[in-house]
């Protein structure tokens, strides 16, 4: 799992960015961290019972009054809190409905702008990011000072690869210079900065940025889920630059927050294989897969079991890939870019790989797209244009060891073995366990650079 599959960082670039760490219907209690196996299944359980809850209240309130369109929209977020926990990304579609209704009883004046806020959250889950933006500006054109759509019509920006335009909406995220305290509003400017000085190459303060939205989410009591979610994106920021123990602290902490959450436990698999530790790895995937079969969980477990010299069950495990890929129309749209990566890793239906990546960068203009489409561009045979897309991804100076491994093999495909090797090294400096199998494979390419190199100077 790497920031550039998750968009999440979600992957968007991260997907719990993209919808809405303050609009749910109602903020729980943090959970206290659970000692046990039993003990975590029973938080976790209670903490999905409660979504459930949330749900059945506004559901019953709507129909005790249709006409309310406040009560559509705390369904709809009931919905989206429901989609995050649990990472079935159908409960969005259903908060979208929930939002259709509210909209359709109030669209024109300024108590409209929570659904349109929270309808931009969720076209941005479903990666609809042009629209995200739409709706978000909506509300912001109904409620100026209200500052909460102005993270979300960043992100839609962010995701588009519109970066300045998206520093000019994260930048309007300011505090009222009233003497009051507003954590609230200090917490979407810290959270969703993050991704923008990610993509930057400015991994200090992406990580600061995390740090004071953890201290923040802590004070204000926000539901167990978003704040795990935090903790877990800190984690997967310090195990891209190679920090792997500041990574485990951080998932565990996730972990704590949000017994069994999926994300948390996937990323522990992905500390585990890179420690070399692939039984354990295999059952951190195997625990995430068992809550929600993301194509992004069953590809890496498959790629432990290869490394782990069992080819059979990385095989089963890359044909559910493909399955749950194409399964219906929401996952072909959401997981394109997964999917296009997935093919490329693989060289499996290469062709598919690159039409896949061409039809998400007709939407999407962001570095990791870049990324993707240069990357399918080389295993179709194309290193020129590969080349120049890959110029495109890394423009920002984002610090991300698969993008630069990407770079190094064009570049080796093109004959250039003094930047191949450049961008290899650069790759293992950033992480020297970026990836279960390519960071083998950057180690050996760059040994035989440096000796083909010395032989050459030799001679």
């Not at 110029?391 to 610090?399: I, Q």
Request: glycine content about 6%; overall charge negative; hydrophobic content about 45%.
């Amino acid at each position: 799992m790497n920031q550039q599959h998750t968009t999440p960082v979600a992957s968007a670039l991260f997907l719990a960015l993209a919808t809405g760490l303050l609009l749910s219907a109602s903020a729980t209690a943090q959970t206290d961290a659970a000692s046990g196996e039993n003990a975590s299944h029973t938080a976790r359980a209670l903490e999905l019972k409660q979504a459930d809850l949330r749900i059945k209240t506004w559901q019953t309130q709507v129909a005790r009054d249709p006409d309310n369109h406040g009560s559509y929209d705390r369904l709809a977020a009931a919905y989206a809190q429901k989609a995050r926990e649990t990472g079935d990304i159908s409960y969005f579609q259903l908060a979208e409905v929930a939002l259709a209704a509210s909209l359709k009883l109030e669209s024109t004046h300024e108590d409209a702008a929570p659904a349109f806020t929270q309808l931009a959250t969720v076209h941005l889950a479903e990666h609809r990011f042009r629209e995200a933006g739409e709706d978000a500006q909506k509300a912001i054109a109904l409620l100026p000072t209200e500052m909460s759509a102005y993270p979300y019509a960043g992100d839609a920006q962010l995701e588009l690869g519109n970066y300045e335009a998206a520093q000019k909406l994260y930048d309007r995220i300011t505090t009222p210079k009233d003497g009051m305290l507003h954590p609230g509003i200090e917490f979407l400017a810290a959270s969703h900065g993050a991704g923008l000085d990610w993509i930057r190459g400015d991994t200090s303060r992406a990580n600061n940025d995390l740090e004071r939205a953890i201290v923040l989410g802590q004070q204000m009591q926000i539901p167990a889920e978003n704040l795990a979610w935090t903790h877990f994106m800190l984690g997967e920021q310090f195990f891209m630059t190679g920090d792997l123990a500041s990574s485990e602290r951080r998932e565990t902490e996730s972990l704590k927050d949000f017994p069994r959450y999926h994300r948390a436990l996937a990323a522990m698999g992905q500390i585990r294989a890179a420690q070399g530790r692939y039984a354990e790895a295999i059952e951190s995937y195997k625990a995430a897969i068992a809550i929600i079969p993301l194509p992004l969980y069953l590809a890496a477990l498959g790629d432990v079991y290869a490394v782990s010299g069992d080819r059979i069950a990385a095989e089963k495990q890359y044909a559910t890939v493909e399955f749950i890929g194409r399964l219906n129309e929401i996952n072909q749209q959401v997981y394109n870019r997964e999917l296009a990566v997935f093919y490329a890793d693989h060289d499996r239906k290469l062709a598919e790989a690159l039409t896949l990546a061409v039809k998400e960068f007709d939407v999407r203009h962001d570095v990791y797209t870049s990324d993707a489409l240069a990357w399918a561009l080389l295993k179709n045979g194309q290193p020129a244009r590969a080349k120049d897309e890959m110029e495109k991804a890394l423009r920002l100076g984002t610090k991300d060891a698969l993008m630069e491994y990407h770079a190094g093999l064009i570049d080796e495909a093109l004959g250039d073995k003094a930047n191949a090797g450049t961008h290899l090294q650069h790759a293992l400096l950033l992480n020297p366990h970026f990836h279960v199998i390519f960071a083998s494979d950057a180690k050996m390419r760059l040994a035989e650079i440096k000796a083909s190199t010395a032989v050459a100077n030799v001679h």
